[in-house]
């Protein structure tokens, strides 16, 4: 594991002569926001790093866009937002790399539930049970 | 002595000393491992610590971003989210730079946010590598809202860069919560494997290889004593043998000095008993 996790450092050190992406996965605000900030890229496929979820997204995209999004050389860091990390919550918790980090966030319209999020539960139960004000 | 828990060698000096060697190995390797195992799990502890901070302020921030946008959606009409959507072209203007921090001979992956639109709180902010793409997609994005709103614009580029800069930092953190989890985890692993087999296994070849060599070592005094015995025993027969032999001579030189033989016949013939006579 260790080993794999040093090739991985060391394809994304490669890869970051320019620097490595941010992905975000979320709804249209959140999305907007981080594009305002400066995040997004096209490829010269015209094939983005972000994924807009809207009600009538299926499952089944926002599938494909995590699953992209954590097998892309380029990309560092995905963002999912809370709602759409319960809907895909089993590839989530598969999910164990750390490369790319995958970062729960809370969006406007749905609030945050910190117990949901996979990390952040692992990390309190390290924690033990004294730090449950989160 | 179970044959299950030990090497699998040939009881000899030459062995033993390297078996002996192996033996100071691993335990000069428990100590090191240990001694990582620990240093990994204090950083350890830091970083759990640090995630738990990290994520009540990224609340914060996407809070006060998200509230940012709704300003400027307000000012701005609902039509800046397509300029925005639509102004994304080529490359990110914000990258995240990745690189290999060295905790205890572990290397933890950790990123830094980076790139030609100046984060707050980034060291010396963007180089500007990207020059002329960058200048296209500045351009652009700070173009956005130009009719109307612009002020909430930027104010939300910045609350959402922050927010950015945050989440970049969390996600270092929570890379390296993962990596050191995995490395601690193979550490402890290969502590408890020296501990409890590797140890234990290479005593007990010690102590096998010495039980074998001592028993040789008995066999072979035993025979030695048997050796001695048999030759002490062969040469108390040739003494008494020769002296035997001396006597015999002894008493044929007596014979014919002193002629005292005769009379020593008759008392013999004395003492012999006769046979009886029938009549």
Same mark, same amino acid.
């Given at each position: 594991?260790?080993?794999?996790?040093?090739?991985?450092?060391?394809?994304?050190?490669?890869?970051?002569?320019?620097?490595?992406?941010?992905?975000?996965?979320?709804?249209?605000?959140?999305?907007?926001?981080?594009?305002?900030?400066?995040?997004?890229?096209?490829?010269?496929? /015209?094939?983005?790093?972000?994924?807009?979820?809207?009600?009538?997204?299926?499952? /089944?995209?926002?599938?494909?866009?995590?699953?992209?999004?954590?097998?892309?050389?380029?990309?560092?860091?995905?963002?999912?937002?809370?709602?759409?990390?319960?809907?895909?919550?089993?590839?989530?918790?598969?999910?164990?790399?750390?490369?790319?980090?995958?970062?729960?966030?809370?969006?406007?319209?749905?609030?945050?539930?910190?117990?949901?999020?996979?990390?952040?539960?692992?990390?309190?139960?390290?924690?033990?049970?004294?730090?449950?004000?989160? | 002595?179970?044959?299950?828990?030990?090497?699998?060698?040939?009881?000899?000096?030459?062995?033993?000393?390297?078996?002996?060697?192996?033996?100071?190995?691993?335990?000069?390797?428990?100590?090191?491992?240990?001694?990582?195992?620990?240093?990994?799990?204090?950083?350890?502890?830091?970083?759990?610590?640090?995630?738990?901070?990290?994520?009540?302020?990224?609340?914060?921030?996407?809070?006060?971003?998200?509230?940012?946008?709704?300003?400027?959606?307000?000012?701005?009409?609902?039509?800046?989210?397509?300029?925005?959507?639509?102004?994304?072209?080529?490359?990110?203007?914000?990258?995240?730079?990745?690189?290999?921090?060295?905790?205890?001979?572990?290397?933890?992956?950790?990123?830094?946010?980076?790139?030609?639109?100046?984060?707050?709180?980034?060291?010396?902010?963007?180089?500007?590598?990207?020059?002329?793409?960058?200048?296209?997609?500045?351009?652009?994005?700070?173009?956005?809202?130009?009719?109307?709103?612009?002020?909430?614009?930027?104010?939300?580029?910045?609350?959402?860069?922050?927010?950015?800069?945050?989440?970049?930092?969390?996600?270092?953190?929570?890379?390296?919560?993962?990596?050191?989890?995995?490395?601690?985890?193979?550490?402890?692993?290969?502590?408890?494997?020296?501990?409890?087999?590797?140890?234990?296994?290479?005593?007990?070849?010690?102590?096998?290889?010495?039980?074998?060599?001592?028993?040789?070592?008995?066999?072979?005094?035993?025979?030695?004593?048997?050796?001695?015995?048999?030759?002490?025993?062969?040469?108390?027969?040739?003494?008494?043998?020769?002296?035997?032999?001396?006597?015999?001579?002894?008493?044929?030189?007596?014979?014919?000095?002193?002629?005292?033989?005769?009379?020593?016949?008759?008392?013999?013939?004395?003492?012999?008993?006769?046979?009886?006579?029938?009549?």
């Amino acid at each position: 594991m260790s080993a794999a996790t040093a090739s991985n450092a060391a394809a994304v050190a490669a890869s970051s002569s320019e620097g490595s992406l941010l992905a975000v996965i979320g709804d249209e605000d959140t999305v907007t926001g981080f594009l305002l900030a400066g995040i997004g890229n096209l490829d010269a496929r /015209r094939k983005s790093n972000f994924l807009i979820v809207k009600p009538d997204t299926s499952r /089944r995209e926002m599938e494909d866009a995590f699953k992209d999004f954590t097998t892309r050389e380029d990309v560092a860091v995905v963002l999912i937002a809370q709602f759409v990390a319960n809907e895909i919550r089993y590839l989530v918790n598969e999910y164990a790399e750390p490369i790319p980090a995958v970062l729960e966030i809370p969006s406007p319209d749905h609030p945050y539930d910190p117990s949901a999020d996979s990390i952040l539960n692992r990390v309190k139960h390290l924690l033990g049970a004294g730090n449950d004000g989160l | 002595m179970s044959t299950t828990n030990r090497l699998n060698v040939v009881p000899t000096v030459t062995v033993l000393a390297v078996v002996k060697n192996r033996l100071i190995g691993a335990q000069r390797g428990y100590k090191l491992l240990k001694k990582k195992a620990d240093a990994l799990s204090l950083r350890y502890r830091q970083i759990l610590k640090k995630i738990v901070q990290t994520k009540l302020s990224m609340g914060e921030n996407m809070k006060s971003a998200s509230f940012a946008w709704t300003e400027a959606k307000y000012v701005g009409g609902d039509g800046i989210k397509h300029t925005v959507l639509d102004s994304v072209d080529g490359k990110a203007e914000i990258r995240v730079r990745a690189y290999a921090d060295n905790v205890a001979g572990v290397k933890i992956p950790k990123f830094n946010a980076c790139g030609s639109g100046s984060l707050i709180g980034a060291s010396g902010g963007g180089s500007g590598e990207t020059g002329t793409t960058t200048a296209t997609t500045e351009s652009k994005s700070e173009l956005t809202g130009l009719g109307r709103g612009g002020k909430q614009i930027q104010k939300c580029k910045k609350a959402y860069k922050e927010a950015l800069q945050t989440l970049v930092e969390l996600a270092s953190l929570q890379t390296a919560f993962l990596t050191l989890d995995q490395a601690i985890k193979t550490t402890n692993r290969r502590v408890n494997a020296l501990e409890n087999v590797v140890t234990p296994r290479l005593e007990n070849t010690v102590s096998y290889i010495k039980g074998e060599l001592d028993e040789l070592e008995r066999e072979e005094f035993f025979r030695l004593k048997k050796v001695q015995a048999k030759k002490k025993k062969d040469a108390k027969e040739r003494e008494e043998k020769e002296e035997s032999l001396s006597k015999g001579e002894g008493v044929v030189k007596g014979e014919g000095g002193s002629g005292a033989g005769p009379v020593g016949n008759l008392i013999d013939f004395a003492n012999e008993k006769d046979e009886d006579l029938l009549f």
